[in-house]
């Protein structure tokens, strides 16, 4: 394609070709000079320049203007274009049928991949997710056998640089889990509430390094309970619930000493989060969040977790105090329940298997909603993966959707790193 240079004479003085390598004569390139009129100046001169390959194309037509060419078009001298593409044939055997009578036709919005775009309702995004940590006192990494790419991070130094390469990819909440020595467990767990405790030390160290990450810890006394509980378990096997709201408190309270920015009640006893919040109020930490776990039930999805923190029950199960999973309305007397006691956060667990229940705290309070994708449907997709019978990323990627669309605004959930690494690679 030709270039033209328009300029008004007299403005060339001075210029030497040879240091112009636009105007340096060429034996490939001819220059012709030509005088054209402007028709708001018919008096001004213009030096037009032109280009051409051709050497003997001296009178080739220079470029027409906007009103040239509407004149041209109305004319009916109209620009050729590309041809109108053939329609596609249908393969041979093909019946020939009317076509329906639809109005509406909802596959006009999904015939490319623009236009589905374009009308995606539901997006993921690295910022809706929260990243499980389990972490543990020794220093190496320990691999979580029931859960494939897990570990026990020392918190020293695995959990540290497990984090900077969430924060690479946009993960910048984390929730942690404590794996606690055997020796430091307890019927009452004290343990929950040592200022110089695992977890507390570890906030700390996460706040010296990484200021603006945001830290969700879990309350509850199973993880430092000799009896592998939620709560205090009475001779009779009862689990008592005033008495442990009264220790969950101060575990809440140490956290948030510590630099706690979200305290994550998962016990499931009932009256806790009102407890916590005026524990937090008096001690000065209302700036703190509550992210209750309103709706958990009791379910089988929980074994890999239970060995990632040898936290399984010594005895019975925790179907006094954890939801039935054949209960539906109950999950909106939690919800109210804590609503009216302050939390900030309304958490279902666990998540695939429970749409229905995070469509409905959705449509039902106005509060943001959280969705753990628990250790069992992460261990299903790995395998199911390994065993070459889904395409984990594919399967991954889709489960999350699901429970955004659902409802839930953030994501708790193991595939936290792989997913934003996944979506990173989208955006580029």
């Not at 329906?100 to 909802?106: D, E, G, N, T, V």
């Not at 592998?228 to 442990?244: A, C, K, P, S």
Request: aromatic share 8%; with cysteine; charged share 25%.
């Amino acid at each position: 394609m030709a270039s033209t240079i328009v300029k008004p004479q007299g403005s060339f003085s001075g210029i030497d070709c040879q240091q112009h390598v636009a105007l340096k004569p060429s034996p490939i390139a001819k220059f012709s000079f030509l005088q054209a009129a402007s028709r708001r100046q018919p008096s001004r001169r213009f030096l037009v320049i032109r280009a051409s390959e051709n050497h003997n194309d001296f009178t080739k037509k220079l470029g027409m203007t906007d009103a040239e060419c509407e004149a041209a078009v109305v004319a009916g001298n109209v620009p050729e274009a590309p041809p109108v593409p053939p329609k596609p044939a249908a393969p041979a055997g093909t019946p020939v049928v009317p076509l329906l009578p639809l109005s509406r036709r909802p596959r006009r919005n999904r015939r490319s991949p623009a236009l589905r775009s374009a009308f995606q309702e539901t997006s993921l995004s690295p910022a809706n997710f929260v990243y499980p940590l389990f972490i543990h006192e020794g220093v190496e990494d320990t691999p979580i056998g029931a859960m494939p790419g897990c570990y026990r991070l020392g918190w020293r130094h695995g959990l540290v640089e497990e984090v900077a390469k969430a924060r690479d990819v946009g993960v910048n909440s984390i929730v942690l889990f404590p794996k606690v020595p055997d020796a430091l467990k307890s019927p009452t767990g004290d343990e929950a509430y040592n200022d110089n405790g695992l977890v507390p030390r570890t906030i700390r160290l996460l706040k010296d390094k990484y200021p603006d990450l945001v830290i969700y810890t879990d309350v509850a006394l199973d993880p430092y309970s000799s009896d592998g509980h939620d709560g205090i378990v009475r001779e009779d096997g009862v689990i008592m619930n005033d008495e442990t709201v009264h220790q969950l408190c101060k575990q809440a309270v140490s956290q948030a000493r510590a630099g706690a920015d979200v305290v994550s009640p998962s016990d499931m006893m009932d009256g806790r989060v009102g407890a916590i919040r005026a524990a937090l109020d008096a001690e000065g930490f209302h700036h703190v969040s509550i992210m209750s776990y309103t709706a958990k039930y009791a379910s089988s999805f929980y074994g890999p977790f239970r060995e990632a923190l040898d936290s399984n029950p010594r005895f019975g199960d925790k179907k006094t105090y954890q939801m039935n999973p054949a209960n539906y309305r109950e999950a909106l007397i939690e919800t109210r329940e804590d609503e009216s006691e302050g939390a900030d956060i309304l958490l279902v667990k666990p998540g695939l298997p429970y749409l229905d229940i995070i469509r409905l705290l959705r449509d039902n309070s106005p509060l943001p909603i959280a969705a753990y994708q628990v250790s069992g449907e992460y261990s299903m997709i790995k395998a199911g993966g390994v065993l070459k019978m889904i395409d984990e990323e594919k399967v991954m990627m889709e489960s999350l959707m699901c429970l955004r669309r659902a409802g839930a605004d953030i994501i708790l959930t193991y595939f936290a790193l792989q997913a934003a690494r996944c979506l990173c690679a989208e955006k580029r």
